[in-house]
């Protein structure tokens, strides 16, 4: 029956389809009054048809008074079949969506978000590894030992799967972190770990201290708590620590977030004078700190001096790592470490947010890195990683010497591209992406609007790297020569 129904819907003319899909939608209630309904194009794409087709179709619409064009807007549902019959309508959505606490990505931001899994792009902004350096048959291998040694599962504890707690004490002692199991909470991925933070640490009104640019400024894990970002500047060894005690004088900072290893966005390796120098201030100051270390594992050229958290003695830091930029994103699996009241706190909201990580993904997580097989990885992802470098760092030379700057990074997959000359980032973005190529304007991590692309190649092949920084310079002198 219901390939009946699809046979006799595809014999319907195009704009009789694009006509029920949209009331279909409104209907079921997907698009509630107030929302905004996909543009021409996306519609013409999406039906293979060409936009009188559309027009046509969102005309009849109109005139049956279901939506209606607004300035500034685009075309918004404005009516469904209930309001046009009954005397009293239902809630407006829209109010509910603009009224929640937590505030909404930056316009650019899901925008990226959204076309990261399009895989017609040219994917220069996605920050994580390619498919194909994802250990498939390994994983098979690993996730086959676990179903086959599993036992009834449930629930875990509110720190979370204790075997993965031990082999994280062991794996982060090797990096000269002292960490009981009673220490570490399993989260899902460190921006969670951010999230419970957020929420569980800090007071509304405070104000928290981080390098700019960063990776902080494009979500609003913070701003949504109540709190406000200040950012400090960074030279070629990292953040400078002697800005915090200025900022200390100023504002009612309550916490510094730190990224010393590749740093997110500018691919920075904090040097281990700069780390003594930093936990030195930090005590004095008695100010916490948040040490995000997700991109530890990823050098290329040298292992990376001592986390933050190997040189603090008095718990000041609260540590945070993640499988998701080394192994794959879709364990969802991140830790934090810190004293164990704090732990204990976070473990509480944790809980309460969704009950705990998922037992599954623990326990493969525990066995990769308890079987030595993780680091077997990571040394396979750094010869990886090297040729990938220098195929970025070839491409950008051969194309773009006279058109940028940039720092060859010491490990991680990013790289700050400083455009030379001004034009617009997001102009800049939108040519880009009409040509096949997702970039990151500079601007989403709190950089000033002009001047700096984030590049990754981590997650492009080599042929889409080559073909999109070509691209990407044809643009640039484009726009330079308007």
């Known amino acids: 029956m219901a390939r009946e129904r699809r046979s006799q819907a595809s014999q319907l003319p195009k704009y009789q389809q694009i006509i029920d899909y949209i009331r279909g939608k409104i209907s079921t209630g997907e698009w509630p009054i107030g929302s905004k309904i996909p543009s021409q194009r996306v519609l013409a794409e999406q039906f293979g048809v060409n936009r009188s087709t559309v027009i046509t179709a969102l005309e009849e619409l109109t005139a049956d008074g279901l939506i209606e064009g607004k300035m500034g807007m685009g075309t918004v549902v404005v009516n469904n079949t209930w309001t046009l019959l009954a005397a009293t309508p239902p809630p407006d959505w829209n109010e509910y969506v603009k009224s929640g606490l937590h505030k909404p990505s930056l316009t650019a931001v899901k925008k990226i978000n959204q076309d990261e899994f399009d895989p017609d792009l040219i994917q220069l902004s996605k920050g994580e590894l390619s498919p194909d350096i994802f250990p498939l048959e390994m994983m098979k291998h690993v996730m086959d030992k676990v179903t086959r040694e599993l036992g009834r599962f449930g629930y875990e504890e509110p720190r979370g799967y204790y075997p993965l707690r031990q ?11 002292e960490a009981s199991p009673s220490s570490i909470l399993i989260v899902s991925g460190a921006l969670q770990a951010l999230q419970l ?12 201290l981080l390098e700019q640019p960063s990776y902080l400024y494009s979500l609003h894990v913070f701003q949504s708590a109540g709190m406000q970002l200040a950012g400090l500047p960074i030279d070629q060894h990292g953040l400078k620590p002697d800005e915090i005690i200025k900022r200390r004088k100023q ?25 003594e120098e930093l936990m030195r201030v930090c005590e004095t100051e008695r100010l916490p700190v948040i040490e995000d270390d997700i991109y530890r594992e990823l050098w290329i050229d ?3 001096p001592p986390p933050l958290k190997a040189k603090d003695r008095h718990g000041h830091v609260l540590y945070m790592g993640s499988l998701s930029k080394t192994l794959t994103p879709g364990l969802r699996i991140g830790w934090v470490v810190g004293p164990e009241p704090v732990i204990e706190r976070l473990s509480d909201l944790k809980m309460q947010t ?15 890195l308890a079987s030595g097989l993780y680091e077997k990885h990571m040394s396979e992802v750094r010869e990886q990683l090297v040729v990938r470098r220098e195929a970025v760092i070839c491409a950008l030379q051969k194309h773009m010497s006279d058109l940028a700057t940039w720092e060859i990074p010491q490990g991680g997959f990013l790289i700050w591209l400083n455009i030379n000359g001004k034009i617009s980032m997001m102009e800049l973005f939108s040519k880009a992406l009409r040509q096949g190529i997702l970039l990151n304007p500079g601007n989403i991590y709190g950089q000033e609007p002009e001047g700096y692309l984030r590049i990754s190649y981590g997650y492009a092949s080599l042929q889409d790297m080559e073909t999109g920084i070509h691209r990407l310079s044809e643009i ?7």
């Open 167 to 177: 082999a994280l004490s062991d794996y982060l002692r090797r990096q000269g972190i």
């Open 197 to 208: 933070i957020s929420v569980g640490l800090l007071q509304r009104g405070s104000t928290v």
């Open 251 to 275: 504002e009612n900072s309550s916490i510094l977030y730190t990224i010393p290893c590749f740093h997110n966005p500018t691919g920075i390796l904090m040097s281990d004078s700069r780390r």
């Open 302 to 304: 040298a292992p990376p």
């Open 354 to 368: 969704d009950y705990g990580a998922s037992s599954l993904s623990s326990r493969v997580a525990a066995e990769w």
């Open 476 to 482: 640039i002198r484009s726009l330079q020569s308007v």
